[in-house]
């Protein structure tokens, strides 16, 4: 790495370097740590403390919404700008809208009038900055576990952390302008290592969802722990982030079919679960995806200002019990203006209708919004889905044909073979909801017929990493508007041996074939559409950046290396035009 902006010599620029990554190492495990002692906030400190934040959220132009959690009630300014906190279940945070935005200038958080932010840390100081007219730099990825803070194995790095430290180094002009983090931000079927010790502490691991992430404190403490290390903190403080969740910030494999919903809503502790897990979601990560005009329109949100938290939680009662029937009351997709993009963030995972033997991926609330905003002029449109709409050929063919069984191709030992299999090997994609897939499909045809400069679509879920590019439609008329799906996952993941041979297995020639076999077993229907995957897949830890201007759109993917210097770093694996 090479620092550009802050030395002006390159010994000076490699001794910052290694002084930075000295830093963050020792932190690391320093931040699992703290991370125990902020699992709850105190009520005891006569002043108030910063538990987790500022994280940028919500850009738009020249505003921005900075978010903060406190340990008390407070006052949280940010220069001029000042709010109060909202408290959801003893927890403290603040939304504080600053605009009139220009060039980089760094920012100080102070709570009830004493500075709290930026700390002495030697990371470079967080910065405001409006959101460029002329062009984009996105960076994108999903699922990032923690890493262990004892005993860990050394092969495994965090790309989102690796990418923190090289912005850290390198300057203001190097960071991107916008952050898009495409589901399982956090894992609460698994928790992290801080977490569940705060877990065992609390109430053990002998209980029905053992260590798993299951009250509302234990979510909070989850969220600290993932968004404390102090390079990723520091990123989050200084490039704006925009989310959606996946399964793992409830459950694995969270809505996956009616049946497998049937089974969980008879658990004794399921219903607590959910709503512990969606308040969580909603105020950590859904509400800081709103601009402030919709972020007071939110009855949820109305009512903390009031300070009647019960409307919220009935919010998240209420999904906890329909969740078979749409989204019902919130809806967690969204719409943001970039730029020379239009992003449009969509719920494949709370959104599904699944009850009575349907199967959609979006309700008819969601379907209005994506064909509203799809209509939206802009020279790019990108669709964020946390799960990918193309998969490479061979997997694509594999779920027609276990959709087929679940459907009753093969009457009801092959429905409940074809069920076993589907939960078993997560298969929950587009394409295993046929209606949507075929809808959404048609939708960004005509999207694409505005002749726009690109229509791209963004996710992630699958742990590993790829470009696949439509050819042509189902009806045989190539895109007028280059499409691409780009996936990138994981950020920071176990990659195991069995899944790395499986997907390789499965892209491969033989596995396209097979795949083939499969889908014409299944009966399924001849179609023209046509997709080529450009470049991937990849099975590493991978962090993706798109790059969009007047004249064209490019990806870079960047996986994680072990080697050289201290043994950690970022690699170019492939950058290339998407448009």
């Excluded at 996946?246 to 219903?271: C, F, G, Y």
């Excluded at 009647?308 to 009351?329: I, Y």
């Excluded at 969601?366 to 193309?390: C, F, I, K």
């Excluded at 396209?512 to 023209?528: D, E, H, N, T, V």
């Amino acid at each position: 790495m090479v620092a550009k902006a802050v030395v002006v010599a390159p010994t000076l620029a490699q001794a910052f370097v290694e002084t930075v990554q000295a830093f963050a190492e020792e932190r690391a495990q320093d931040g699992r740590r703290l991370s125990t002692a902020l699992a709850e906030p105190s009520y005891t400190s006569p002043m108030a403390r910063l538990l987790l934040g500022p994280i940028l959220r919500a850009l738009h132009r020249d505003r921005v919404t900075v978010w903060v959690e406190t340990d008390v009630p407070c006052e949280v300014r940010i220069g001029s700008r000042a709010s109060r906190t909202v408290t959801l279940l003893g927890h403290h945070y603040a939304f504080v809208t600053v605009d009139e935005l220009g060039p980089a200038t760094p920012y100080t958080v102070a709570l009830d009038g004493e500075q709290v932010w930026p700390k002495d840390d030697g990371f470079p100081p967080s910065v405001l900055r409006a959101l460029p007219n002329d062009r984009l730099s996105l960076v994108f990825g999903s699922c990032r576990t923690i890493l262990p803070d004892e005993n860990g194995d050394s092969d495994r790095i965090d790309a989102l952390c690796e990418y923190a430290l090289r912005c850290a180094t390198s300057g203001p002009e190097a960071l991107p302008d916008v952050l898009l983090l495409l589901g399982d931000q956090v894992y609460a079927d698994k928790g992290a290592p801080a977490t569940r010790r705060f877990i065992r502490r609390r109430r053990g691991d002998d209980g029905p969802v053992g260590t798993q992430t299951h009250t509302f404190a234990e979510f909070a403490a989850l969220y600290r722990e993932s968004w404390s290390e102090p390079a990723v903190r520091w990123l989050l403080s200084t490039v704006p982030t925009l989310m959606v969740f996946d399964d793992h910030e409830i459950i694995d494999n969270w809505n996956t079919s009616e049946q497998w919903l049937v089974e969980h809503q008879a658990k004794p502790w399921w219903r607590e679960r959910v709503t512990n897990g969606l308040a969580a979601y909603w105020i950590y990560q859904h509400v800081g995806n709103l601009l402030s005009e919709e972020r007071e329109a939110d009855a949820a949100f109305a009512a903390l200002r009031s300070g009647d938290e019960s409307v919220a939680l009935d919010v998240f009662d209420t999904r906890a019990t329909q969740g078979a029937h749409g989204t019902r009351g919130v809806r967690w997709s969204y719409a943001r203006d970039l730029g020379l993009a239009r992003l449009v963030m969509l719920d494949s995972r709370d959104g599904r209708v699944l009850a009575g033997g349907q199967r959609h991926m979006l309700d008819d609330y969601e379907w209005e919004l994506l064909d509203r905003e799809l209509t939206t002029p802009a020279p790019y449109l990108l669709v964020g889905t946390s799960l990918p709409l193309l998969l490479p050929s061979g997997v694509h063919d594999l779920e027609r044909f276990v959709t087929a069984a679940c459907a009753g191709r093969w009457g009801r030992v092959g429905a409940r073979i074809g069920e076993e299999i589907r939960q078993d090997a997560q298969f929950n994609h587009w394409i295993t909801f046929p209606e949507s897939f075929t809808r959404v499909l048609r939708m960004l045809r005509a999207a694409g017929d505005q002749r726009r400069k690109g229509v791209i679509v963004l996710s992630g879920d699958v742990h590993f990493s790829y470009d696949a590019r439509v050819r042509s439609w189902p009806d045989g008329t190539a895109p007028r508007s280059p499409t691409h799906q780009l996936v990138s996952s994981p950020f920071c993941h176990d990659l195991h041996g069995s899944l790395i041979v499986g997907v390789r297995a499965l892209v491969s020639r033989p596995g396209a074939y097979i795949g083939r076999l499969a889908a014409w077993a299944a009966g399924a229907q001849w179609s023209a559409l046509q997709w080529s995957v450009e470049s991937g897949p990849w099975l590493q830890n991978v962090i993706s950046t798109l790059y969009l201007d007047s004249d064209g759109a490019s990806v870079r993917f960047e996986c994680t290396r072990v080697g050289g210097g201290r043994g950690r770093r970022l690699e170019v694996i492939a950058e290339h035009p998407v448009s």
